[in-house]
């Protein structure tokens, strides 16, 4: 997560642009916040903290990046995707 944001001020310093704080941000929060879980979480119950996160970054590229910042997408990466997280 520390990377992420790390990742995002850099850019944003550089660049001038705000929406990189969103982007990597959001990212790296949603990662951060999946990995936590995953490492607190009893064995039975892990699957769920990597789910979340890849629920999260899914919903924030589908959302954000293809449907309001209109960016050509690969939709097989979707379906694949999908398939792992309801695996």
Not at 8 to 37: C, P
């Amino acid at each position: 997560m520390l990377a992420f944001w790390v990742l995002a001020i850099a850019m944003w310093q550089s660049s001038g642009e705000i929406m990189a704080l969103f982007f990597f941000g959001y990212i790296g929060t949603s990662v951060g916040v999946g990995l936590g879980l995953y490492a607190v979480l009893p064995k039975k119950k892990k699957p769920l903290g990597r789910k979340l996160a890849l629920f999260l970054v899914g919903l924030f590229l589908l959302g954000f990046a293809g449907v309001l910042g209109r960016e050509n997408m690969q939709i097989e990466g979707v379906f694949l995707g999908l398939l792992e997280f309801m695996g």
